[in-house]
C-alpha cells in the first residue's frame, strides 16, 4: 500500500525549474523526517534534501542554492523547488518518511541539454 505520493516531474531543458509534491498521509507527515532522494540511471539512489517535524533543512551540496524542500502543513504536502535544474539533475525522484522508512513510486525528472 503507497502512502507517498509524488507528482510534478517532467521533462524540461537546462536552466529551467520544476515543482515536485509528496502528498502524505497526517500521521506520517506529523511524526517523520522527510526527504528527497534521486536515482539516476546506472547510479545508487542519493539524498537531496530533508525537512524535519520543526522545519529544519538540509541538502546536498549538488543542489545547495538551486533546490528548496518545504512543507504545506495544512495539506500534508512536501514540495521540492527545483531551480537552475542541470542534465545531471535528470533521474527519478522519490519521496521518503524517514523514520517510518516508507517511499513513493517515485516521479521522473528529465533535463535536456
Known amino acids: 500500500q503507497v502512502q507517498l505520493v509524488e507528482s510534478g516531474g517532467d521533462m524540461v531543458q537546462a536552466g529551467g525549474s520544476l515543482r515536485l509534491s509528496c502528498t502524505a498521509p497526517k500521521t506520517i507527515f506529523s511524526r517523520n523526517t522527510m526527504r528527497w532522494f534521486r536515482q539516476a540511471p546506472g547510479k545508487e539512489r542519493e539524498l537531496v534534501a530533508s525537512?524535519?517535524?520543526?522545519?529544519?533543512?538540509e541538502y546536498a551540496d549538488f543542489v545547495k542554492g538551486r533546490f528548496t524542500i518545504s512543507t504545506d502543513n495544512a495539506n500534508y504536502v512536501v514540495y521540492l523547488q527545483m531551480n537552475g535544474l542541470r542534465p545531471e539533475d535528470t533521474g527519478v525522484y522519490y519521496c521518503?518518511?524517514?523514520?517510518?522508512?516508507?517511499w513513493g513510486r517515485g516521479t521522473q525528472v528529465t533535463v535536456s541539454s
Open positions: 521518503n518518511a524517514w523514520g517510518d522508512q516508507l
Open positions: 525537512i524535519t517535524t520543526r522545519d529544519d533543512t
